[in-house]
């Protein structure tokens, strides 16, 4: 299986600030990654496909990067909506593994 | 409007049989993978395997292989996760999603509103 490896495992912003969250597929995968926002009780919600392709719908503060083996989420200016957690998956190969995700918790 | 509906939450024992399921509607439902993902309480997503509902086509994780059991039946627009032997480590979330390809590039961009599956003596 690849493994995605998120980093941080958590984080503390505040509101308007910029945060990049980043993604480690321990084999180079192309641009074939997804990145997805979960809210507590809720499923989760595509965010951005083929590492850079924002989903329709989604706030373009929201902007994905990367390409081989590493990735990057970046929320340009964060809004109280987007304190969630946030997962990377790698659409390469099956099994299509998930990081572990990133909690981006209010300062 | 694309919609998956999952079936409601289950408190079985262990030992026990179960099947949820996740109807489709709003697309053509034969011409979509669906996937199933594992949450366990406090955890991450795991992805566990999918199906097309077009000819049943089933691909597994090996964690899961021989585990679970992923059907759909089509002409009800609905898949199925099934466990013959439910095991108290199988109490989860679990969530269906619908599995699209746009430029190549595959993603779930539907998702059930989960099946909580509660596993205990």
């Known amino acids: 299986d690849i493994q995605m490896t998120q980093s941080p495992s958590s984080l503390s912003a505040s509101v308007g600030d910029r945060v990049t969250i980043t993604c480690r597929a321990s084999?180079?995968?192309?641009?074939?990654v997804n990145w997805y926002q979960q809210k507590p009780g809720k499923a989760p919600k595509l965010l951005i496909y083929a590492a850079s392709t924002l989903q329709s719908g989604v706030p373009s503060r929201f902007s994905g990067s990367g390409y081989g083996t590493d990735f990057s989420l970046t929320l340009s200016s964060l809004q109280p909506e987007d304190f969630a957690t946030y997962y990377c998956q790698q659409s390469y190969i099956i099994p299509r593994t998930f990081g572990q995700g990133t909690k981006v918790e209010i300062k | 409007e694309v919609q998956l509906v999952q079936s409601g939450a289950e408190v079985k024992k262990p030992g026990e049989s179960l099947k949820i399921s996740c109807k489709g509607s709003?697309?053509?439902?034969?011409?979509?993978?669906i996937g199933w993902v594992r949450q366990m309480p406090g955890k991450g997503l795991e992805w566990m395997g999918i199906i097309y509902p077009g000819d049943s086509d089933t691909r597994y994780s090996p964690s899961f292989q021989g585990q679970v059991t992923i059907s759909a039946d089509k002409s009800i627009t609905t898949a199925y996760l099934q466990w013959s032997s439910l095991k108290a480590s199988d109490t989860a979330i679990y969530y269906c999603?619908?599995?699209?390809?746009?430029?190549?590039?595959?993603?779930?961009?539907?998702w059930g509103q989960g099946t909580l599956v509660t596993v205990s003596s």
């Open positions: 999603a619908r599995r699209v390809v746009l430029t190549g590039y595959p993603h779930f961009d539907y």
């Open positions: 084999q180079s995968i192309g641009s074939y």
């Open positions: 709003g697309y053509s439902f034969t011409s979509h993978w």
